[in-house]
Structures are given as C-alpha cells and as structure tokens.
C-alpha cells in the first residue's frame, strides 16, 4: 500500500484528526490495563469474538491521550478492516514508518487489533519492545494469541488478559441502571430483577445487550456462532470435518452444566475420540466454551475424570443449542460459572475453579481453591424458597465443607436470602442477582 493509502485507513481508527467512538466504558478492564502497560512488557489481550476487545482497545487509548500522551502518540491499526490485505510483518513495518514520519512520535504507543492474521507478529512484537521503540498492545480472538512457532520469544515478556461479554453489573451500567451502593440498589431492586431474565436469556454479548428487538438479538448470536466456528475454527485450522465440528459445538452447547466425558461423546456423537479432543481444543481456544476439571488431589484422577461444560456466554447456548424445555437450573449454573471465571481474571488471578464429586455421587458445583486452601463451596439453584432447594444440594454442601475442612459455604438461589444454621457449619442462601453484582 501507498503512504496516502496507508494513512486513509489509520486516520478511520486514530484519535489524530477526530473523536472516535469508543462505547461504554468498562473500566475495570482499562484500570487493570494501565497497570499492565508499567512494566516493559507487551500486552495481550484475547477472548471470544464480539466480546467488546477493539472498544477496550480504543478506551485505553482515549485514557492515555486524556492523560499522558498526545492523540499522535498513539497508533490503532484494526487488521479486521477489509482495506486491509497484507497481514506480513513487512506491513507492520510500512505503518510504523508512516506513522513516525507523519507524526514523530516520543512516545509510542502502538494497538493491534486482531493481530494474529500477521503471520510472525511476536518476533515484531519483542524487537520493538527490546528496542523501547514502542509500547505494544495486542489483541486476538484466541487464547493462542501466541503462536506455537514464535511463542517462545515473548517468555516472560508479555502479560495476558482474557476479556468476556458483560458481567451482570456491566449490562446494568448498558441498560443505564445504577447500582452503586444500597440505597440506589433498593430504589433498582424491581427493575434489576426484570433485566436479570433477559441477561440470563440473550447474554452478554455488548451488541446483543444494545439491541432491543428480540429477533435481532437471536439472529446476532447466530451470526456469532457461525463466525466463530467458520472464521475462527475452520478457516484457521482448515478443518475439513466441518459437520462434526458444528455438531459436537451444538452438542456441548445443549449440554451447558452437565458432565461430559470424551469416552461417553464418542458413543453418542459417533466421532472419534482423537477428534473430539483436538476439537474441543479448538473450542476453547476461541473461547466458544469452558471446561471444568473435578477437584483431586491427585493430577491423574483429576485428568480422566468428566468435565463440566460451560458456554462463555449463555444467550449463545440458548440461541444455539437444542432443548426441548428451558432448563433454568443449568443456566444460573452457566452463568454463575463465566463470572467466577471473569472474577479470577480481574481481581483473584490465583484463584482456580474445579467442581466437587465423591465416590458416593454427592456433588457441589463449585470448589474455589486459592493456593493450597479451598476458599469457598457453592451451589446453585433455581429455587425461591427454602423448602425448594433440595435435601440432596445441601447435604453434598455439607459434607464438602467438612472433609475439606471449608466454613465458607454459598447457595446461590433465583430469589431466596437467608442463612441456614446445622451445627457448625452456616450456610448462606444468596439471590442471584445480588450475588452477580456483589463485587
């Protein structure tokens, strides 16, 4: 491309000569962000498609520019824009030079948006990190933003961030709710309640959460879920069993909560064990879904036991998958998972997630261990009421905090708070809602 081309598409994404949209600010993501930027390290940022990453991007950037740096300090270069069709680090090297010699830059700060089309990024990436020519923030629609070629270069280099469609509070904030302390939460209590049935049904997904006909919202997630599979899936890896990749994603996608076990699939998909595995990896990577292993203290039987599936967001399962009836149990699970997940990414990066199961079939669905020591057990349920919470959900609850020797112990409900006294041993029942907006 020729510099006056160059400089025509990157004037469509800078701050240099106008203000650029950059959405709703979600701003526990651009804090953690700025603290990632500190040291001498690159920045990556990854997570599933439509999840909000080009506008974190580009509200990091305004930030800068309000703060610290000139707009023509900074570079945003978007290589999901269709004038664009090099993707070689060649390229790379023509913008930044456009860019010094249109702007000379002291201190630059240089965003990719969707850079793992640029085949050898890292080896880019890292020479000018090492050179302190520029700080570089990368962002990608998979958790192998690295590749398996140069990954080793950026070893102790870089930071990760995993950014997910919005939490329960981020969608309030969309939906222009405050809910900021007790008495805003009282005045909201009724209106929250209603937004957490359309949270809980269409997700999280930014667009979704701004549309508000419900058939558009259904035919975005579609069109989500095939861009996943097609663009970042099958296109990627060149998969040529596209009907198996799309029947076991539907599959995983109708069983969101349950057990899964690649033995019991290959029976009822009829694909084969290898491929089942290498396309659940697929699956993961692209942050289409979530395996939880079961707690054991030993690395072998933690490997071959079942997993729990979990959707990054439960308004795709919901759109995509096949159910018969609507299994809200299974969804407050779903999402009570993606938030643990998003907790750990945000605020508790020690923090690992397992589910609970002993010889005898008691089950809990959540062990959140921090270092050697089980933090906190947590059931879910659909339930309104005590007498609705089942016997067999509590006593599971119990006899974990026992043998693990946790005091912690959480009932997530639809809409029941309370605390249940056996012993020594408090349970405390949380509604939903406020649990989500709890942090």
């Known amino acids: 491309?020729?510099?006056?081309?160059?400089?025509?598409?990157?004037?469509?994404?800078?701050?240099?000569?106008?203000?650029?949209?950059?959405?709703?600010?979600?701003?526990?993501?651009?804090?953690?962000?700025?603290?990632?930027?500190?040291?001498?390290?690159?920045?990556?940022?990854?997570?599933?498609?439509?999840?909000?990453?080009?506008?974190?991007?580009?509200?990091?950037?305004?930030?800068?520019?309000?703060?610290?740096?000139?707009?023509?300090?900074?570079?945003?270069?978007?290589?999901?824009?269709?004038?664009?069709?090099?993707?070689s680090t060649m390229f790379l090297d023509e913008v930044y030079e456009v860019f010094?010699?249109?702007?000379?830059?002291?201190?630059?700060?240089?965003?990719?948006?969707?850079?793992?089309?640029?085949?050898?990024?890292e080896k880019w990436a890292r020479t000018m990190n090492e050179l302190h020519k520029a700080k570089i923030i990368v962002s990608g629609s998979t958790s192998k933003l690295i590749s398996k070629d140069y990954g080793t270069l950026l070893t102790g280099r870089h930071l990760d961030l995993t950014v997910y469609p919005l939490s329960f509070s981020e969608f309030l904030k969309f939906k222009n709710i405050k809910a900021r302390n007790m008495l805003e939460l009282l005045e909201n209590r009724i209106r929250i309640r209603r937004l957490l049935d359309e949270y809980v049904k269409y997700g999280g997904f930014p667009e979704v959460v701004m549309t508000d006909e419900e058939n558009v919202k259904t035919r975005l997630l579609e069109d989500y879920f095939d861009d996943i599979i097609s663009r970042d899936i099958i296109q990627r890896h060149e998969?040529?069993?596209?009907?198996?990749?799309?029947?076991?994603?539907?599959?995983?996608?109708?069983?969101?909560?349950?057990?899964?076990?690649?033995?019991?699939?290959?029976?009822?998909?009829?694909?084969?064990?290898?491929?089942?595995?290498?396309?659940?990896?697929f699956l993961e990577e692209v942050y289409l879904i979530k395996m939880v292993k079961r707690f054991s203290t030993k690395v072998l039987e933690q490997e071959k036991a079942p997993r729990k599936v979990y959707c990054n967001d439960i308004g795709l399962s919901n759109v995509v998958g096949f159910r018969l009836s609507e299994n809200f149990g299974n969804a407050v699970e779903n999402i009570v998972a993606i938030e643990l997940l998003r907790r750990k990414e945000l605020s508790s990066p020690s923090m690992e997630i397992?589910?609970?199961?002993?010889?005898?079939?008691?089950?809990?669905?959540?062990?959140?261990?921090?270092?050697?020591?089980?933090?906190?057990?947590?059931?879910?349920?659909?339930?309104?009421?005590?007498?609705?919470?089942?016997?067999?959900?509590?006593?599971?609850?119990?006899?974990?905090?026992?043998?693990?020797?946790?005091?912690?112990?959480?009932?997530?409900?639809?809409?029941?708070?309370?605390?249940?006294?056996?012993?020594?041993?408090?349970?405390?029942?949380i509604p939903l809602w406020r649990w989500l907006i709890s942090m």
């Open 239 to 281: 998969i040529r069993k596209a009907d198996e990749l799309i029947n076991l994603a539907k599959f995983y996608l109708t069983n969101v909560s349950n057990l899964i076990s690649f033995s019991s699939l290959e029976k009822k998909t009829r694909i084969t064990n290898d491929t089942i595995k290498v396309f659940t990896s």
């Open 1 to 87: 491309m020729k510099e006056e081309e160059i400089l025509d598409v990157l004037k469509d994404w800078n701050f240099w000569v106008k203000e650029i949209d950059v959405g709703i600010k979600r701003e526990k993501y651009v804090e953690l962000l700025e603290k990632f930027l500190k040291p001498n390290v690159i920045v990556c940022i990854s997570g599933i498609r439509r999840s909000g990453k080009s506008f974190i991007l580009k509200q990091l950037a305004k930030d800068l520019i309000q703060r610290e740096v000139r707009s023509e300090e900074t570079l945003i270069v978007n290589f999901d824009d269709k004038r664009i069709n090099d993707y």
């Open 354 to 429: 397992f589910y609970w199961r002993d010889y005898q079939q008691n089950e809990v669905d959540f062990l959140v261990k921090e270092g050697t020591k089980v933090k906190q057990l947590i059931q879910t349920t659909y339930a309104s009421g005590r007498d609705e919470i089942e016997k067999r959900e509590l006593r599971s609850l119990l006899k974990a905090g026992r043998e693990l020797n946790c005091n912690d112990l959480l009932i997530i409900t639809w809409n029941y708070d309370d605390e249940m006294k056996f012993d020594s041993k408090t349970v405390k029942c």
């Open 100 to 121: 010094q010699k249109n702007f000379s830059p002291s201190k630059p700060y240089v965003f990719l948006d969707e850079v793992h089309k640029v085949q050898g990024w």
